[in-house]
């Protein structure tokens, strides 16, 4: 069975800060694994995602993720955080090889100080 | 290209009453999923569809229940609501080819009184 865990439901940094949102997965099979943000009273928007290619995945909004297998983790980076960036973030996993059937982690809301 | 559009935006219903809520997914996406969206239980996959037949559903009772158009457009239907159903309903459509990557619309908000 597939799950995904978030470390931490709020995340404070302060603006220019770095930004590090956790995300740890297991799956049985390969998976594929993505971030998504959600800002208030909207939907899902695709942050970005690992598909068994490079390992340290580039998204939008200057954010980045790394697919570490041994450590089955696909942590959220940010080198320097804007007060745009205050969301709710979403990590999910689908397991590959068919099956379709996406598990959404918790969510992390991501606070932003001036 | 214009977005996965959902409709109503915001809805306020009855227990015992019935609602349907619509998603037009992105021109070309033939596949549509729907998730339930609450504070306590957080994003739970209720179904997809794809070429009009639902190819995988999640763990809801019966009342829940949705189907696809040749346009692909989709619905999905509750029945007899309950006050736990109140919830940010969101639909995401796939590219061919991708079935993975969700493009998410910005929900209905159903609320039961």
């Known amino acids: 069975a597939q799950s995904v865990t978030q470390l931490g439901s709020h995340v404070s940094v302060s603006e220019g800060a770095l930004v590090l949102l956790r995300c740890n997965y297991s799956?049985?099979?390969?998976?594929?694994l993505f971030w998504y943000v959600q800002y208030p009273n909207q939907g899902l928007q695709l942050l970005l995602k690992y598909t068994s290619a490079a390992t340290l995945v580039k998204g939008i909004n200057g954010f980045e993720a790394e697919f570490k297998k041994s450590e089955t983790s696909f942590h959220l980076t940010k080198p320097s955080a804007h007060m745009s960036d205050a969301a709710e973030y979403f990590c999910a996993v689908t397991p590959g090889g068919g099956g379709f059937k996406t598990i959404f982690g918790a969510g992390t809301r991501l606070f932003v100080k001036a | 290209k214009a977005g996965v559009t959902q409709t109503p935006r915001y809805l306020i219903k009855t227990r015992g009453q019935q609602v349907t809520l619509s998603c037009s997914p992105i021109s070309g996406h033939r596949s549509v999923s729907w998730y339930q969206q609450t504070p306590g239980q957080g994003l739970q996959f209720l179904f997809e569809y794809f070429s009009e037949t639902q190819r995988n559903k999640g763990n809801f009772p019966g009342r829940f229940s949705g189907r696809q158009f040749s346009n692909s457009r989709s619905e999905m239907n509750v029945s007899t609501l309950e006050l736990g159903d109140s919830a940010l309903y969101l639909c995401a459509s796939s590219p061919p080819g991708q079935p993975y990557e969700q493009y998410f619309g910005p929900g209905t908000r159903l609320t039961v009184t």
């Open positions: 799956s049985s099979v390969p998976p594929y």
